[in-house]
Protein backbone atom coordinates (compact mmCIF):
# COMPACT_ATOMS: atom_id res chain seq x y z
CA UNK A 1 0.00 0.00 0.00
CA UNK A 2 2.67 2.92 0.81
CA UNK A 3 4.83 1.72 -2.66
CA UNK A 4 1.45 2.20 -4.32
CA UNK A 5 0.71 5.56 -2.83
CA UNK A 6 4.64 6.89 -3.17
CA UNK A 7 4.21 5.31 -7.10
CA UNK A 8 0.79 7.62 -7.04
CA UNK A 9 2.78 10.56 -8.48
CA UNK A 10 5.50 8.67 -10.31
CA UNK A 11 6.23 9.97 -14.12
CA UNK A 12 6.08 6.34 -14.99
CA UNK A 13 2.39 6.46 -14.18
CA UNK A 14 -0.14 7.83 -16.83
CA UNK A 15 -2.05 10.54 -16.27
CA UNK A 16 -5.32 10.93 -16.63
CA UNK A 17 -7.21 14.26 -16.57
CA UNK A 18 -10.58 15.53 -17.38
CA UNK A 19 -10.37 18.82 -19.64
CA UNK A 20 -13.36 21.49 -19.59
CA UNK A 21 -14.28 24.54 -21.43
CA UNK A 22 -14.17 27.64 -19.25
CA UNK A 23 -15.26 30.40 -21.15
CA UNK A 24 -13.48 33.91 -21.49
CA UNK A 25 -16.38 35.41 -23.06
CA UNK A 26 -17.92 37.91 -20.43
CA UNK A 27 -20.57 39.40 -22.91
CA UNK A 28 -21.77 37.34 -25.98
CA UNK A 29 -22.28 39.57 -28.96
CA UNK A 30 -26.03 38.55 -30.21
CA UNK A 31 -26.60 39.31 -33.50
CA UNK A 32 -30.18 40.28 -34.81
CA UNK A 33 -31.75 37.72 -36.79
CA UNK A 34 -29.33 35.17 -35.84
CA UNK A 35 -32.00 33.07 -34.69
CA UNK A 36 -33.06 32.64 -38.41
CA UNK A 37 -29.49 30.83 -38.94
CA UNK A 38 -28.83 27.06 -37.93
CA UNK A 39 -25.72 25.65 -38.08
CA UNK A 40 -24.70 22.06 -37.87
CA UNK A 41 -21.08 21.56 -36.42
CA UNK A 42 -19.12 18.84 -36.56
CA UNK A 43 -15.25 17.77 -36.17
CA UNK A 44 -12.48 16.12 -37.43
CA UNK A 45 -8.98 14.90 -35.84
CA UNK A 46 -6.32 16.80 -38.34
CA UNK A 47 -3.34 16.13 -35.50
CA UNK A 48 -0.22 15.89 -37.01
CA UNK A 49 1.33 14.50 -33.86
CA UNK A 50 0.14 13.18 -30.49
CA UNK A 51 -3.10 12.42 -30.96
CA UNK A 52 -3.07 9.94 -28.58
CA UNK A 53 -2.04 12.48 -25.28
CA UNK A 54 -2.59 15.88 -24.42
CA UNK A 55 0.78 16.14 -22.93
CA UNK A 56 3.88 14.39 -21.67
CA UNK A 57 4.86 13.99 -17.75
CA UNK A 58 8.79 14.99 -17.99
CA UNK A 59 11.76 14.29 -15.11
CA UNK A 60 14.17 16.68 -14.45
CA UNK A 61 16.17 16.36 -17.72
CA UNK A 62 13.15 16.95 -20.09
CA UNK A 63 12.76 13.30 -20.91
CA UNK A 64 9.57 12.41 -22.17
CA UNK A 65 7.55 9.73 -19.86
CA UNK A 66 4.56 8.61 -18.93
CA UNK A 67 1.49 10.31 -21.43
CA UNK A 68 -1.14 12.78 -19.90
CA UNK A 69 -4.67 11.70 -21.49
CA UNK A 70 -7.64 13.60 -21.49
CA UNK A 71 -10.91 11.01 -20.11
CA UNK A 72 -13.00 13.28 -22.51
CA UNK A 73 -12.69 13.35 -26.24
CA UNK A 74 -10.60 16.46 -26.89
CA UNK A 75 -11.85 16.87 -30.66
CA UNK A 76 -15.39 17.08 -29.30
CA UNK A 77 -14.36 19.47 -26.20
CA UNK A 78 -13.22 22.02 -29.19
CA UNK A 79 -16.71 21.41 -31.55
CA UNK A 80 -18.73 21.97 -28.36
CA UNK A 81 -16.96 25.16 -27.12
CA UNK A 82 -17.01 26.39 -30.43
CA UNK A 83 -21.36 25.54 -30.56
CA UNK A 84 -21.86 27.07 -26.71
CA UNK A 85 -20.08 30.59 -28.31
CA UNK A 86 -22.43 30.42 -31.30
CA UNK A 87 -25.10 29.63 -29.67
CA UNK A 88 -24.31 32.63 -27.02
CA UNK A 89 -24.55 34.79 -29.97
CA UNK A 90 -27.90 33.58 -31.24
CA UNK A 91 -27.55 31.22 -33.47
CA UNK A 92 -29.65 28.15 -33.88
CA UNK A 93 -27.77 24.48 -33.24
CA UNK A 94 -29.28 21.57 -35.12
CA UNK A 95 -29.46 19.91 -38.05
CA UNK A 96 -29.51 20.25 -41.70
CA UNK A 97 -28.18 23.97 -40.97
CA UNK A 98 -25.19 25.56 -42.09
CA UNK A 99 -22.14 22.91 -42.46
CA UNK A 100 -19.15 23.86 -39.87
CA UNK A 101 -16.35 21.75 -40.07
CA UNK A 102 -13.87 22.18 -36.90
CA UNK A 103 -10.30 20.76 -37.88
CA UNK A 104 -7.96 20.34 -34.41
CA UNK A 105 -4.91 21.25 -35.19
CA UNK A 106 -3.09 20.80 -32.16
CA UNK A 107 -4.11 20.42 -28.73
CA UNK A 108 -0.97 19.45 -26.39
CA UNK A 109 1.20 20.78 -23.64
CA UNK A 110 4.87 21.03 -23.85
CA UNK A 111 6.83 21.05 -20.38
CA UNK A 112 10.11 22.72 -20.39
CA UNK A 113 12.42 21.89 -17.90
CA UNK A 114 14.00 25.58 -16.31
CA UNK A 115 16.92 25.16 -13.64
CA UNK A 116 14.58 24.47 -10.42
CA UNK A 117 11.44 25.04 -11.69
CA UNK A 118 9.37 24.32 -14.92
CA UNK A 119 6.75 25.55 -17.45
CA UNK A 120 3.54 24.66 -19.28
CA UNK A 121 3.43 25.70 -22.42
CA UNK A 122 -0.12 24.67 -24.52
CA UNK A 123 -1.48 25.25 -27.62
CA UNK A 124 -4.68 24.73 -29.02
CA UNK A 125 -4.89 25.26 -32.87
CA UNK A 126 -8.20 24.74 -34.89
CA UNK A 127 -9.37 25.54 -38.20
CA UNK A 128 -12.95 26.63 -38.81
CA UNK A 129 -14.67 26.11 -42.25
CA UNK A 130 -18.19 26.74 -43.06
CA UNK A 131 -20.24 25.63 -45.91
CA UNK A 132 -23.35 25.58 -47.93
CA UNK A 133 -25.66 22.95 -48.85
CA UNK A 134 -23.66 22.71 -51.74
CA UNK A 135 -20.23 21.57 -50.09
CA UNK A 136 -19.07 25.39 -51.48
CA UNK A 137 -16.41 27.07 -49.10
CA UNK A 138 -17.78 30.03 -47.52
CA UNK A 139 -15.87 31.13 -44.88
CA UNK A 140 -12.60 29.70 -43.16
CA UNK A 141 -9.85 30.64 -40.76
CA UNK A 142 -7.49 29.08 -38.47
CA UNK A 143 -7.55 30.26 -34.56
CA UNK A 144 -4.58 29.21 -32.28
CA UNK A 145 -4.15 29.84 -28.41
CA UNK A 146 -1.11 29.53 -26.00
CA UNK A 147 -0.93 29.72 -22.61
CA UNK A 148 2.22 29.55 -20.41
CA UNK A 149 2.44 28.98 -16.80
CA UNK A 150 5.91 29.22 -14.83
CA UNK A 151 7.25 28.07 -11.59
CA UNK A 152 5.61 25.01 -11.67
CA UNK A 153 6.98 22.07 -9.45
CA UNK A 154 5.36 19.27 -11.27
CA UNK A 155 5.35 18.14 -14.92
CA UNK A 156 1.96 16.52 -14.45
CA UNK A 157 -1.66 16.42 -15.60
CA UNK A 158 -3.06 18.92 -13.19
CA UNK A 159 -0.45 21.54 -14.65
CA UNK A 160 -1.00 20.54 -18.15
CA UNK A 161 -4.94 20.86 -17.52
CA UNK A 162 -4.58 24.29 -16.56
CA UNK A 163 -2.57 25.72 -19.16
CA UNK A 164 -4.50 23.22 -21.78
CA UNK A 165 -8.16 25.18 -20.64
CA UNK A 166 -6.73 28.37 -20.97
CA UNK A 167 -5.01 27.92 -23.80
CA UNK A 168 -8.73 26.49 -25.74
CA UNK A 169 -10.36 29.45 -23.65
CA UNK A 170 -7.96 31.98 -25.77
CA UNK A 171 -8.68 30.32 -28.78
CA UNK A 172 -12.12 30.26 -28.94
CA UNK A 173 -12.45 33.26 -27.81
CA UNK A 174 -11.14 34.26 -31.25
CA UNK A 175 -14.19 32.42 -32.85
CA UNK A 176 -16.62 34.76 -30.49
CA UNK A 177 -14.73 37.84 -31.38
CA UNK A 178 -14.74 37.06 -34.80
CA UNK A 179 -17.30 39.48 -36.71
CA UNK A 180 -16.03 38.58 -40.36
CA UNK A 181 -17.53 35.02 -39.19
CA UNK A 182 -20.84 35.96 -37.77
CA UNK A 183 -20.96 38.17 -41.30
CA UNK A 184 -20.62 35.32 -43.23
CA UNK A 185 -22.92 33.20 -41.36
CA UNK A 186 -25.09 36.09 -41.27
CA UNK A 187 -25.12 36.83 -45.15
CA UNK A 188 -26.29 32.83 -45.43
CA UNK A 189 -29.92 33.71 -43.90
CA UNK A 190 -29.84 36.21 -46.89
CA UNK A 191 -29.06 33.44 -49.72
CA UNK A 192 -31.43 31.42 -48.65
CA UNK A 193 -34.15 33.94 -48.56
CA UNK A 194 -32.68 34.60 -52.30
CA UNK A 195 -33.00 30.90 -52.48
CA UNK A 196 -36.61 30.75 -51.55
CA UNK B 1 43.79 18.11 -0.26
CA UNK B 2 45.90 18.91 -3.18
CA UNK B 3 44.95 15.63 -5.21
CA UNK B 4 40.92 17.01 -4.29
CA UNK B 5 41.80 20.34 -5.18
CA UNK B 6 42.74 18.54 -8.64
CA UNK B 7 40.17 16.30 -8.99
CA UNK B 8 37.24 19.14 -8.97
CA UNK B 9 39.18 21.28 -11.17
CA UNK B 10 39.48 18.91 -14.09
CA UNK B 11 35.69 17.71 -13.71
CA UNK B 12 34.85 21.54 -14.03
CA UNK B 13 37.16 21.27 -16.81
CA UNK B 14 35.21 18.39 -18.60
CA UNK B 15 32.30 19.90 -17.83
CA UNK B 16 32.81 23.35 -19.65
CA UNK B 17 34.39 21.59 -22.59
CA UNK B 18 31.83 18.96 -22.94
CA UNK B 19 28.79 21.01 -21.73
CA UNK B 20 26.27 21.31 -24.25
CA UNK B 21 25.96 17.94 -25.55
CA UNK B 22 23.19 18.65 -28.17
CA UNK B 23 24.68 21.92 -28.95
CA UNK B 24 27.73 20.63 -30.13
CA UNK B 25 26.75 17.61 -31.49
CA UNK B 26 23.55 18.55 -33.73
CA UNK B 27 23.96 22.78 -33.27
CA UNK B 28 21.40 24.78 -32.66
CA UNK B 29 19.14 24.95 -35.68
CA UNK B 30 17.77 22.03 -37.81
CA UNK B 31 15.95 21.68 -41.54
CA UNK B 32 12.58 20.44 -41.77
CA UNK B 33 11.66 19.61 -45.17
CA UNK B 34 8.24 20.47 -45.99
CA UNK B 35 6.22 18.53 -48.47
CA UNK B 36 2.42 18.76 -49.22
CA UNK B 37 -0.08 16.59 -50.83
CA UNK B 38 -0.30 17.48 -54.02
CA UNK B 39 3.08 19.32 -54.49
CA UNK B 40 3.95 22.84 -55.30
CA UNK B 41 2.17 24.71 -52.51
CA UNK B 42 3.19 27.73 -51.05
CA UNK B 43 3.85 27.20 -47.31
CA UNK B 44 4.43 29.97 -44.84
CA UNK B 45 6.45 28.67 -41.40
CA UNK B 46 5.57 31.23 -38.15
CA UNK B 47 6.34 30.46 -34.75
CA UNK B 48 4.00 32.74 -32.20
CA UNK B 49 3.44 34.68 -35.61
CA UNK B 50 6.89 35.82 -36.34
CA UNK B 51 7.61 34.24 -40.13
CA UNK B 52 10.93 31.60 -40.04
CA UNK B 53 10.16 31.22 -44.02
CA UNK B 54 7.98 30.64 -46.64
CA UNK B 55 8.98 27.44 -49.46
CA UNK B 56 7.62 26.02 -52.66
CA UNK B 57 6.79 22.64 -51.34
CA UNK B 58 8.50 20.06 -51.60
CA UNK B 59 11.97 21.98 -49.67
CA UNK B 60 13.51 22.16 -46.67
CA UNK B 61 13.58 25.08 -44.28
CA UNK B 62 15.89 25.69 -41.96
CA UNK B 63 14.78 26.70 -38.67
CA UNK B 64 16.34 27.82 -35.06
CA UNK B 65 15.70 24.63 -32.70
CA UNK B 66 13.31 26.04 -30.10
CA UNK B 67 11.09 24.43 -27.78
CA UNK B 68 8.10 26.64 -29.33
CA UNK B 69 5.67 25.10 -31.66
CA UNK B 70 5.51 25.76 -35.51
CA UNK B 71 2.63 26.92 -37.57
CA UNK B 72 3.13 25.54 -41.41
CA UNK B 73 0.06 27.02 -43.43
CA UNK B 74 -0.08 25.86 -47.19
CA UNK B 75 -2.03 27.23 -49.93
CA UNK B 76 -2.39 26.09 -53.90
CA UNK B 77 -4.48 27.03 -56.32
CA UNK B 78 -7.84 25.20 -56.60
CA UNK B 79 -7.26 24.18 -52.37
CA UNK B 80 -8.51 24.77 -49.62
CA UNK B 81 -5.62 25.95 -47.21
CA UNK B 82 -4.03 23.27 -45.12
CA UNK B 83 -2.89 23.92 -41.70
CA UNK B 84 0.05 21.38 -39.79
CA UNK B 85 1.09 22.29 -36.27
CA UNK B 86 4.67 20.87 -34.93
CA UNK B 87 5.66 20.61 -31.05
CA UNK B 88 9.25 20.21 -30.72
CA UNK B 89 10.54 16.89 -28.69
CA UNK B 90 13.54 16.64 -26.63
CA UNK B 91 16.75 15.94 -28.58
CA UNK B 92 18.14 12.81 -27.82
CA UNK B 93 21.45 14.13 -27.89
CA UNK B 94 20.83 16.17 -24.96
CA UNK B 95 21.35 13.30 -22.61
CA UNK B 96 25.19 12.71 -23.45
CA UNK B 97 24.98 15.45 -20.67
CA UNK B 98 24.66 12.43 -18.08
CA UNK B 99 28.13 11.35 -19.22
CA UNK B 100 29.95 14.71 -19.93
CA UNK B 101 28.56 18.37 -19.57
CA UNK B 102 26.12 17.61 -16.50
CA UNK B 103 23.90 20.80 -15.17
CA UNK B 104 26.03 23.19 -16.89
CA UNK B 105 25.50 21.34 -20.61
CA UNK B 106 22.00 20.71 -19.50
CA UNK B 107 21.63 24.51 -19.31
CA UNK B 108 24.02 25.64 -22.25
CA UNK B 109 21.50 23.14 -24.35
CA UNK B 110 18.73 24.30 -22.96
CA UNK B 111 19.30 27.88 -23.12
CA UNK B 112 20.66 27.27 -27.29
CA UNK B 113 17.62 25.90 -27.87
CA UNK B 114 19.59 22.64 -28.94
CA UNK B 115 17.62 20.40 -26.33
CA UNK B 116 14.68 20.66 -28.75
CA UNK B 117 13.62 19.41 -31.96
CA UNK B 118 10.91 19.05 -34.41
CA UNK B 119 9.86 16.38 -36.85
CA UNK B 120 12.52 16.49 -39.80
CA UNK B 121 9.99 15.98 -42.08
CA UNK B 122 6.22 17.13 -42.41
CA UNK B 123 3.62 16.39 -44.61
CA UNK B 124 0.55 19.26 -45.31
CA UNK B 125 -2.44 17.76 -47.24
CA UNK B 126 -4.82 19.96 -49.36
CA UNK B 127 -8.11 19.30 -50.24
CA UNK B 128 -9.41 20.19 -53.69
CA UNK B 129 -12.22 22.91 -53.35
CA UNK B 130 -15.70 21.62 -54.05
CA UNK B 131 -18.91 23.14 -54.87
CA UNK B 132 -19.67 26.15 -57.29
CA UNK B 133 -18.34 28.78 -55.81
CA UNK B 134 -15.05 27.07 -55.45
CA UNK B 135 -14.26 27.86 -58.96
CA UNK B 136 -13.61 31.07 -57.61
CA UNK B 137 -10.46 32.01 -56.43
CA UNK B 138 -10.60 33.02 -52.89
CA UNK B 139 -7.93 35.20 -51.02
CA UNK B 140 -4.20 33.72 -50.42
CA UNK B 141 -3.98 32.91 -46.99
CA UNK B 142 -2.00 36.25 -45.25
CA UNK B 143 1.32 35.29 -42.85
CA UNK B 144 0.51 35.85 -39.55
CA UNK B 145 3.24 39.41 -39.74
CA UNK B 146 2.42 40.55 -43.32
CA UNK B 147 1.01 44.02 -43.07
CA UNK B 148 -1.79 43.09 -46.10
CA UNK B 149 -4.23 41.52 -44.20
CA UNK B 150 -8.25 42.29 -45.04
CA UNK B 151 -8.58 44.50 -42.64
CA UNK B 152 -5.95 45.65 -39.59
CA UNK B 153 -6.91 45.36 -36.21
CA UNK B 154 -4.90 44.93 -33.02
CA UNK B 155 -2.68 42.34 -33.32
CA UNK B 156 -0.49 41.15 -30.22
CA UNK B 157 3.07 40.90 -30.78
CA UNK B 158 3.21 37.12 -30.27
CA UNK B 159 -0.29 36.40 -31.48
CA UNK B 160 -0.31 33.87 -34.03
CA UNK B 161 -2.90 35.06 -36.31
CA UNK B 162 -3.77 33.91 -39.64
CA UNK B 163 -6.02 36.40 -42.09
CA UNK B 164 -9.41 34.31 -43.01
CA UNK B 165 -10.22 33.07 -46.40
CA UNK B 166 -13.74 34.56 -47.48
CA UNK B 167 -15.79 34.05 -50.40
CA UNK B 168 -16.29 37.04 -52.62
CA UNK B 169 -19.31 38.13 -50.82
CA UNK B 170 -18.38 38.28 -47.45
CA UNK B 171 -16.42 40.75 -46.24
CA UNK B 172 -13.54 40.18 -43.46
CA UNK B 173 -13.49 42.43 -40.87
CA UNK B 174 -11.06 41.30 -37.95
CA UNK B 175 -7.90 39.34 -37.89
CA UNK B 176 -7.49 39.44 -34.24
CA UNK B 177 -5.92 36.49 -32.49
CA UNK B 178 -4.81 36.28 -28.97
CA UNK B 179 -1.77 34.68 -26.96
CA UNK B 180 -0.18 35.12 -23.61
CA UNK B 181 3.39 33.61 -24.71
Redesign the interface.
Known sequence: MAAIALLAGCALTEDKVPLDYVSEVTTPTVSPRADEVTLTLSAQD?????RDRVSNK?NG????MARIVSTNDVVDLVRGSVERELKAQGFRIGSGGVAIMVEL??F?N?F????VTGTA?A?V?F?L?V??A???????????????IDNIMLMTGDNAKAALQ?ALA?AV??VA?????R??LL?TRARNSRGA | MARLFIFLSGAIALAAVGGGCASISTGTSQAISVDSSPTEADCTLTR?GQLLGTIKTPGPVTVKRD???I?I?CTKEGY??G????????ESA??G??LVGGAIG??VD?ASGA?NKY?AQ?TVPLVP??????TTP?PDAVPANSTVA?VAAPVTP?A?T??????P??????G??????
Open positions: NRAQYKYGMEQNYNQVGLVDSGKRDSGALLYSRNYSGSERKYKQDDAALQAA | ESRTHVEEKVVLNSRLTMNLLMSSDVRAGAQALPNAEAPVVSSVTPVSQSRSRL
